[in-house]
């Protein structure tokens, strides 16, 4: 599989004429480095695998490990325009050739970006907070909701991922993230199930209980000052939320004075093939929309964006400061990574090559009775393996192996859920109708021939 891709990854030549040739790690003795790590990280840094490899190298969807082994990146939502992309490298180079400062002064590329960022997003939303990740977003996105409510609860959906920060942390309760989550929430945050349109439950199930949730804490003397869920469920690999679920948990919110966080750190941006598809196929417009990962491409990037009325009220009380959060450089990255989006149309890419990827993944599922479905839309994507199809008992193990026979094969995968049992293909927005072959080709000789 790897022939093709080394070929290219490989030759240190201009892939863009009249662009200097691409960088050269050098040596890298990845034991050495590995030996060192464990000196100063051991338990510091989670990482998703036991062993990760060294990378030293990317080239759009493509990366490049210490020993020159060429992998599929399908296991990155934050690299949006692709490893080391020419355009970005300048843009980031140019500014720094300016100046980069903290948010002590005001800037054009800040400006220009903030603009920009708010155009994306419907009326009333126009008012933009640059922050440096998700964690930040989802923090500050919180604190918007006690201001404006003037209370602290908060309604969270459960096996949800928020970032780790201590707000973030608090509402994310995925037992797969950090087994304690369940019980070490504080008691000002509430959960509701996940709402899975799958596995026998049926869909209405969820809205009428996340409602009945709602009402129940407001006629309790705790009514919630904020409801956040992501609007597709990312962190269990993109399953779509049930029709008209955050329409109805939306209005019971405000009906008693809430407001509705749609978390887009992870889903928005366009990889489902439009900027918010999450919201705007739920037919909602959320109070606040936080963003991060994509808009970066891997650059320390997040922002909140939410309506005047909603950011006045908490500027009355509270305050916003970050030294770097929406620094110049950081701007002048959003600003590449807008234009490359548009440039490379790399959001159609998204839609043609990911719908495209899903029917492909669709007809393995009709051979290998492991693959019972596939999640999600766009370069969001999430095959689930179970044992049992009647059902749903998760093929955990199984999906385990099949991702450490991927990575032999050249493809980075990893499971998600909280039954792992869910592959999360997230690969880089330029990923191309080739790199999804290879990834179907792959995943059909492990299922084929064992794991
Ligand atoms: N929100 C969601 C939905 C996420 O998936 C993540 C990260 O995975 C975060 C927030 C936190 O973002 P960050 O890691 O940039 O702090």
Known sequence: LAAAWRAVVADPSPLVPGHPARSSPGTVDAAALLARREAVFADVQEHYFDDPPVMVRGWREHLVDAD???YLDTLNNVTSVGHAHPRLVDAVAEQWRLLNTNSRFHYPAVVEFSERLAALLPEPLDTVFLVNSGSEAVDLALRLGQAWSGRRDVLAVREAYHGWTYLSDA????VADNPAALETRPEWVHTVPAPYGHRGASPARYADGAVAEVERLA??????GAFIAEPIFGNAGGVALPDGYLA??????????????????????????????????????PDIVTVAKAMGSGHPLGAVITTREIAHRYREGGYFFSSAGGSPVSSAVGLAVLDILRDERLQENAREVGGYLKARLEELGQRHPLLAAV??????????????????????????????????????????????????????????????DAVVAALDRVLTTGW
């Open 219 to 224: 006629a309790g003397g705790t009514p919630v």
């Open 171 to 174: 509402v994310s309760t995925s």
């Open 68 to 70: 020159g082994r060429v």
């Open 248 to 285: 109805a948990v939306y209005a019971a919110v405000r009906a008693h004075g809430g407001l509705a966080i749609a978390d887009e750190v992870q889903v928005g941006y366009g990889r489902l093939g439009e900027w918010f598809w999450g919201f705007e196929q739920q037919g909602v417009v």
């Open 375 to 436: 999640h999600g839309s766009g370069f969001y994507l999430g095959p689930e393996f179970v044992r049992d199809r009647a059902t749903w008992e998760p093929a955990t193990a199984e999906t385990a192996a099949i991702c450490a026979r991927l990575r032999e094969l050249g493809v980075i995968a990893q499971p998600t859920g909280d039954h792992q049992n869910i592959l999360k293909l997230k690969p880089p927005m330029c990923f191309s109708r080739e790199s999804a």
